[in-house]
């Protein structure tokens, strides 16, 4: 696909990757909805967008909301017609133990609640965008169309991060059964799995814990948001991809 012939969406786009990715996408002529639920993120990211050859649009989305999903993506077609690139980028880290025995003998248990959040963002809301996006493609007879999921090295498991671990794995078995499912329709899915890069989320972990995942990296230092990029880039272009999830983590995930 050349990106200048793209009408993309992407999800978590107030900040960190999904900024960037809009931004980008945008800088080489693609068209671009953005979505996020933080409206401050995105007022700046439509400024900040003005005058690149593309075009960014912004709209409040909520991934964990199918009528929020659906009029974000009935806005995305008044203004741009039907999309042919998603970007399931959003995602929360709500981080803790499955159960932890204190001192005193008591134990502290994750809230079902605090699980749940990050399932019905990471995973739940990235199927009903995907499974939308799809639909308004396969309707309006769009090829190639292009689904591609942000995942994580977390995935293979962390400590601490169950939730956000088991929605990652999720997310990359979704990508390879999808990209199955709906070659013939010239619709391609893929998946990226960064490391530790340097985004807002990364900035949000305490200091020691961060040290501690640097101190993992290979390459001794935390990715750049436009090195994920290279990659979101290599996958739009590269039409003979499909069904994998590319890890970009500095060697993190062989160390």
């Not at 931004?23 to 953005?34: D, I, Q, T, W």
């Not at 690139?85 to 995602?91: E, H, I, K, M, S």
């Not at 399932?119 to 493609?137: F, S």
């Not at 799995?193 to 305490?206: F, K, Q, V």
Request: hydrophobic share 50%.
């Amino acid at each position: 696909m050349r990106i200048d012939s793209v009408t993309a969406v992407v999800t978590g786009a107030a900040q960190g990757l999904g900024r960037c990715f809009a931004l980008e996408l945008a800088r080489a002529g693609a068209r671009v909805m953005a979505g996020d639920i933080q409206a401050d993120g995105l007022a700046t990211l439509a400024d900040e967008a003005r005058g690149l050859p593309g075009r960014v649009e912004t709209a409040p989305l909520d991934v964990t909301q199918e009528a929020s999903i659906r009029g974000f993506l009935a806005a995305t077609v008044q203004r741009f017609g039907v999309p042919n690139l998603l970007v399931n980028n959003a995602g929360i880290l709500r981080d803790g133990l499955l159960a932890l025995r204190e001192d005193d003998g008591f134990v502290r248990k994750m809230p079902s609640a605090q699980w749940k959040s990050v399932i019905d963002t990471n995973l739940t809301g990235a199927y009903v965008m995907a499974r939308e996006v799809v639909t308004l493609m396969l309707e309006n007879g769009v090829a190639p169309g292009l689904v591609v999921n942000i995942s994580s090295i977390t995935g293979a498991g962390n400590p601490g991060q169950g939730n956000y671990a088991a929605a990652k794995a999720g997310l990359d078995a979704a990508t390879r059964t999808w990209a199955l499912e709906l070659a013939r329709h010239g619709i391609r899915v893929g998946g990226i799995a960064p490391g530790l890069i340097d985004t807002p989320m990364a900035a949000g972990l305490a200091a020691a814990a961060r040290a501690d995942m640097i101190a993992d990296v290979p390459l001794g230092r935390m990715g750049r948001p436009e090195e994920i990029w290279a990659a979101l880039r290599f996958i739009v272009e590269c039409d003979f991809f499909t069904g994998r999830v590319v890890l970009v983590d500095g060697g993190a995930s062989y160390s």
